[in-house]
């Protein structure tokens, strides 16, 4: 299933998954609303062409929101508003006739070229230093990048850089995903 990619993507991130019992971190809070309201703004924004006005406000970059803790968490709440979400995105998919299962695993297997597979690694895992993050083969990373670090999963290491909220970024390496062929 293409969800086990996300899944994936996420142990290759450094990021938690958590139990239903966990505490849930203010940053990953955080991380989740900017990563899923950055998406349904860019469908909104430039797929839909429609611009949200909030307060007066015209929203046209979804990556300019800032997010603050207002509330705890609920977690009926939570599961509610992400099934809401799914539901409309299907709603969606079938209102414009969208192959959305199709574009889901393209874009699960490109997201996972976010990363740098590094075969020959003799390092450690860990943060590089920013005279590093070119890993010996040119690679640049976004302006936004913070930090680049090195992880170990199943016996490979792997490069990887993220912004200050933590949201992986893409390496001059990563090519953008075609969905061409299906619209």
């Known amino acids: 299933m293409d969800g086990d990619k996300v899944r994936e993507f996420m142990e290759l991130a450094g990021q938690a998954h ?7 971190p203010e940053d990953l809070r955080k991380l989740g609303a900017q990563l899923l309201l950055s998406e349904v703004l860019e469908y ?6 429609v611009t949200p006005i909030v307060d007066g406000l015209k929203i046209k970059d979804a990556n ?3 997010y603050e803790i207002g509330a705890d968490t ?5 599961l509610d508003g992400l099934a809401d979400v799914a539901y409309t995105m299907y709603w ?4 414009f006739s ?3 299962e199709d574009a889901f695993k393209r874009v699960c297997d490109n997201n996972l070229k976010k990363f740098v597979l ?3 690694w003799h390092k450690n895992a860990g943060p590089l230093e920013r005279s590093e993050w070119d890993l010996g083969r040119g690679i640049s990373w976004p302006a936004e990048v913070v930090q680049v670090e090195v992880l170990r999963v199943n016996n490979n290491y792997y490069a990887v850089g993220k912004d200050r909220r933590g949201k992986v970024r893409k390496p001059s390496t990563y090519a953008r995903v075609d969905l061409g062929d299906l619209v």
């Open 44 to 49: 909104i924004i430039m797929g839909l062409g």
């Open 118 to 120: 590094l075969e020959d």
């Open 64 to 66: 300019s929101l800032q």
């Open 92 to 95: 969606n998919m079938h209102a």
């Open 74 to 78: 609920d977690r009926l709440e939570m």
């Open 98 to 100: 969208l192959k959305l």
């Open 18 to 24: 958590l139990s239903e019992q966990d505490e849930i």
